[in-house]
């Protein structure tokens, strides 16, 4: 309902002002972006969008020509109710800017072209009458540019004029006068005022140096400061020598000539000394400074009644952003400054208040969320440093249960391997016992027995009684060895057997002859 009232009141301004409105834009129509034609020239002009931002005073009156897409170049054009030329006539071009995103590099001034231009060729290049507006790029290269266009070149106004760097909307205004001075306004305050041709290098000097003059034969252009001529040395100046011998030393009594050589005294300073005597200085009164050339008009100079006289048929914005998210908006070309403070009042210098309670909230809104946000990932880091502590108790009691079990099957082994090392020994100590019994019994069977069937009951029960004694001595993992030694026992008993046939065989022979 405000902003209705507004724009009505707007309206009624408009109509009975005497000046005249050549644009006027303040985006409260859905479909007002659509005025704004990209060029033809690239493809990749980024894309904007009517949009009254993150935080505003008031949604609609608020929306404005937003660029939505980072580090993109953005050129597009909109035509004037009718084109302007300023010749006789004030001009003023006003509009906002928001630098919502926090802008680190990033134009946002509009251009004046002329009414020849091909909106579908603009670009860069492209001839434009004005351009006017903030350029922010890191915190040094940042001013206003207020350029103009005078006999096909462009100039720069020689002041920098700092822009609002905030993410609050700003009001940029640059008015130029039939009287060929000038105004340049930040939120209804001068930031500049002036002359055209003082502020701008468009015009030769109206004076330069003779070039014909010549400095005069008699010109005394230094020295400033001569002798005085008729000074004169005091008879009592002493200037020299600055030391003399000391007149209190005396020659020591052991000082040998001969050995020492010549005796001389130590030097002290003179204090009767005063140094070089200089005549005092005065003024040279022949002196007349430096010579300059007479200043006379210069003859290049011609003042040009038509110096601030602008042809506009577009508005154009020609920019590049790193960040997205300028908003641009009440964006006014009129020859009525009377009628701009008023427009930039209704549509800019009454919200103002209220944007900036809406910027504080949604900055609380942000602090808050950041703040949870900061708890969320410190209970989360908690979490996972409580689940890594358990995990690392896990972890040291799973190794400490792995070594418990490591060392006890490492003392099972060793149990083993003694056990298996004592088995062996017992094994070793039956089998020596084994083949000793053996042996005797072979011998005994040897020497007794006569006949091959008393040898093998001998050897058969020697056997068994071996067998007996390695059964109830061996361990379970001895038998294997003791069958081996009984086996070695039994190859052992049968080449007895068969050495004590021998034996036997030749005895009975002998008994045969006897």
């Known amino acids: 309902m405000r902003c209705s009232i507004a724009l009505t009141a707007l309206a009624a301004l408009a109509s009975s002002a005497l000046g ?148 609050l909307t700003h009001q940029y205004t640059f008015w ?66 600055a030391t003399i011998p000391d007149p209190e030393a005396k020659k020591p009594e052991d000082w040998d000539d001969d050995m020492d050589g010549d005796w001389e005294a130590p030097v002290i300073a003179n204090p009767e000394y005063k140094g070089e005597w200089k005549p005092r200085q005065i003024a040279n009164p022949e002196y007349k400074g430096e010579w300059v050339a007479p200043m006379i008009d210069n003859p290049a100079y011609d003042e040009d009644e038509d110096l601030a006289v602008f042809n506009i048929g577009y508005v154009g914005i020609d920019v590049w952003t790193v ?40 900055d609380e809104e942000e602090t808050k969320k950041l703040e949870e946000e900061r708890k969320a990932k410190e209970a989360e880091a908690e979490k996972d440093a409580e689940a890594e502590k358990d995990a690392d108790e896990l972890d040291i009691e799973i190794e400490e249960t792995i070594e418990t079990e490591v060392v006890l099957e490492l003392e099972t082994k060793v149990e083993t391997e003694v056990e298996t090392e004592v088995e062996t020994e017992v094994e070793t100590e039956v089998v020596v016992e084994e083949t000793t019994e053996l042996e005797v019994v072979i011998d005994d069977v040897t020497e007794s027995a006569v006949e091959e069937d008393k040898v093998d009951e001998a050897v058969a029960r020697a056997e068994k009684k071996a067998a007996k004694k390695a059964a109830k001595k061996a361990a379970a993992k001895a038998k294997k060895a003791a069958e081996e030694a009984a086996e070695a026992a039994k190859k052992a008993a049968e080449e007895a057997e068969r050495a004590a046939v021998d034996d036997s065989d030749d005895d009975v022979v002998g008994h045969d002859e006897l």
Request: aromatic share 10%; proline share 6%; glycine share 6%.
């Open 20 to 167: 005249r409105v050549y644009y006027e834009e303040t985006f409260t129509s859905v479909d007002s972006v659509d005025s704004f034609i990209a060029t033809g020239v690239r493809a990749d002009v980024g894309a904007i969008k009517r949009s009254p931002g993150k935080w505003y005073s008031d949604e609609k009156n608020s929306a404005g020509l937003q660029l939505v897409e980072d580090a993109r170049f953005y050129a597009y054009t909109s035509k004037l109710k009718r084109p302007f030329n300023t010749k006789g006539k004030d001009f003023v071009v006003q509009f906002t800017v928001k630098y919502e995103q926090d802008i680190d590099c990033g134009g946002a001034y509009l251009k004046l072209l002329p009414p020849t231009l091909d909106p579908t060729k603009f670009d860069g290049d492209s001839e434009y009458e004005i351009m006017f507006g903030p350029d922010i790029c890191g915190s040094t290269n940042r001013r206003v540019h207020a350029i103009i266009n005078y006999n096909s070149t462009n100039s720069q106004i020689d002041k920098v004029i700092q822009p609002r760097g905030d993410q």
């Open 176 to 241: 130029i006068k039939p009287d060929k001075t000038f105004e340049i306004r930040i939120d209804n305050k001068i930031q500049e005022e002036g002359r055209i041709e003082d502020m701008w290098k468009v015009l030769p000097e109206k004076q330069i140096s003779d070039p014909d003059a010549v400095k005069p034969e008699d010109w005394v252009d230094g020295p400033a400061m001569i002798e005085d001529p008729e000074d004169e040395k005091p008879t009592d100046w002493v200037d020299g020598p």
């Open 323 to 362: 960040k997205s998210g300028t908003i641009f908006d009440n964006i006014l070309i009129t020859d009525d400054i009377d009628y701009a403070s008023q427009f930039g009042n209704t549509t800019w210098g009454d919200y103002v208040e209220a944007e900036i309670s809406a910027k504080k909230a949604v």
